[in-house]
């Protein structure tokens, strides 16, 4: 699995969404790698990853991840964010969690309401095997739809897209069935470390309610929503988010009061 590092200072492993690479996160590690050790991590079937023998599932990859990068705050966009908080669930090694358009269940259910329905990635599923790359692009669309910066960002996503070759199909069908079936919710309440989680007031993907409510499952959590961002918002709103995490890999190892009553 391919894990670049750039920077110095405190370690921020970061992992990207469905479909992308590393390479995404650039305007973060524009902003961040004078202050901290970014590791930008290639999901297997993904980017320089493609052919990587680990298969893409939360475990495997998590190990092989915490087995490569130091002691560190982990970061994970989108599908990324699943593996960010298996890792805070399952390892001392991640000393705080920062999630941006991720929640631990990504799917609507009863008692999960600000979600979208599981027909989203069975279609995106079955459209793939029909239409490769206008899926893909549709898909990105998607990332962008109801941003105030959306046509700067889906032109940045359609660059980074293929900038380090095709994502595997086999990975990408992995993806949509993690997407589809994975629930953290569980996992959150147990969680012995700050998580940070931020939204896109416009995500049609992952909408900020459910960021809300995620972070109050979690002891130690905050969550901050961008007005006008949309599952991108390190694209459009660089910044900004860029500025929340630094604020956050701040307060790293400053213990926590308590949780919140």
Same mark, same amino acid.
């Given at each position: 699995m391919h894990i670049e590092v750039v920077?110095?200072?405190?370690?921020?492993?970061?992992?990207?969404?469905?479909?992308?690479?590393?390479?995404?996160?650039?305007?973060?590690?524009?902003?961040?790698?004078?202050?901290?050790?970014?590791? %930008?991590?290639? *999901?297997?079937?993904?980017?320089?990853? !493609?052919?990587?023998?680990? @298969?893409?599932? /939360? =475990?495997?990859?998590?190990?092989?991840?915490?087995?490569?990068?130091?002691?560190?705050?982990?970061l994970g966009w989108s599908l990324g964010g699943l593996f960010a908080m298996q890792a805070a669930a399952s390892s001392p090694q991640v000393k705080g969690l920062a999630l941006i358009a991720a929640t631990p269940r990504f799917v609507r259910g009863e008692d999960w309401p600000h979600a979208v329905e599981s027909s989203v990635f069975l279609q995106f599923g079955e459209e793939l095997r029909r239409d490769y790359r206008g899926t893909l692009e549709r898909f990105l669309a998607?990332?962008?739809?109801?941003?105030?910066?959306?046509?700067?960002? %889906?032109?940045? *996503?359609?660059?980074?897209?293929?900038? !380090?070759?095709?994502?595997? @199909?086999?990975? /990408? =069908?992995?993806g949509l069935r993690l997407l589809e079936h994975t629930d953290l919710r569980d996992a959150l309440a147990g969680l012995a470390l700050p998580s940070l989680w931020i939204s896109g007031r416009r995500d049609r993907l992952v909408p900020a309610a459910g960021m809300r409510d995620a972070a109050a499952l979690a002891p130690w959590g905050l969550h901050v929503d961008i007005a006008g961002g949309g599952h991108a918002p390190f694209l459009g709103h660089a910044d900004r988010?860029?500025?929340?995490?630094?604020?956050?890999?701040?307060?790293?190892?400053?213990?926590?009061?308590?949780?919140?009553a």
């Open positions: 920077g110095h200072g405190p370690s921020l492993v970061l992992i990207h969404g469905w479909a992308l690479h590393g390479g995404v996160f650039a305007p973060l590690v524009e902003r961040l790698a004078d202050r901290c050790t970014l590791h %930008l991590v290639d *999901l297997p079937g993904h980017g320089h990853s !493609r052919d990587a023998s680990t @298969p893409l599932e /939360l =475990q495997a990859c998590v190990a092989e991840i915490l087995a490569r990068t130091p002691p560190a705050v982990w998607l990332d962008t739809i109801g941003s105030e910066h959306a046509r700067e960002e %889906l032109r940045t *996503l359609k660059q980074t897209l293929y900038a !380090r070759g095709e994502p595997a @199909p086999q990975a /990408l =069908q992995q988010v860029a500025q929340e995490l630094a604020d956050f890999l701040s307060t790293i190892g400053h213990a926590p009061d308590g949780p919140r």
